[in-house]
């Protein structure tokens, strides 16, 4: 008869539940809670670096409006657009960067993992910031561009086709996945279901 390692059930397992490979049983990797977190980390940087050079470039263009020859024929309802406008475009800025304020602030009180959590959550409200943003934006353009009641029409239909990209096909993910999260929030099946990710 084979021996039990030390450490285990009787049944093979750690007995802090765990796999005996020391795979992580609801996302298929083998880590630590520090270890997910530095992974999610360095996830959430690129999704940020993405992010803000959109933000930066709408941001500088939307400053750069206000110095235009032209932005002294605005009519009133267009200024209080562009004020909006550019007051969503700063708050936007303040949540996507945020993260990186939290993070240094942060750093060395061994607060990763919660980090993580906070940073994601301030991201997903700059995405919706930016959702209002850019609409808002292209209220703005369409209406100095068109005069007429198009530009609503066109922009409903960009915050529609906006809201299916961000939100709609996630969630669809989501649902056709059955739902199934591990910890870290990542599916714990293949896109097939037919078993754990590496």
């Not at 049944?11 to 539940?17: I, K, L, S």
């Not at 919660?114 to 609409?135: D, E, H, I, N, P």
């Not at 609503?152 to 809201?163: Q, S």
Request: net charge positive.
């Amino acid at each position: 008869m084979g021996q039990i390692p030390a450490g285990s059930d009787g049944a093979g397992r750690d007995r802090d539940g765990g796999d005996p490979a020391g795979l992580n049983p609801r996302s298929g990797r083998r880590e630590t809670e520090e270890e997910r977190a530095d992974r999610q980390w360095g996830d959430l940087l690129q999704e940020l670096r993405v992010a803000q050079t959109g933000v930066q470039i709408l941001f500088g263009f939307l400053l750069a409006v206000v110095f235009q020859p032209r932005f002294a024929d605005l009519s009133d309802v267009d200024r209080n657009i562009y004020v909006v406008t550019v007051m969503l475009g700063s708050a936007t800025a303040a949540a996507l960067i945020g993260p990186v304020s939290y993070h240094r602030l942060l750093t060395g009180r061994r607060m990763k993992p919660q980090t993580v959590t906070w940073a994601s959550r301030l991201t997903k409200l700059g995405l919706g910031l930016l959702f209002c943003t850019m609409c808002s934006t292209l209220l703005l353009i369409l209406r100095v561009a068109l005069h007429n009641v198009t530009a609503l029409w066109l922009v409903g239909g960009m915050a529609l086709w906006f809201l299916v990209c961000w939100f709609v096909f996630p969630l669809w993910a989501i649902a056709r996945g059955d739902g199934r999260r591990s910890a870290d929030g990542e599916d714990a099946r293949d896109a097939d279901g037919s078993g754990p990710r590496s």
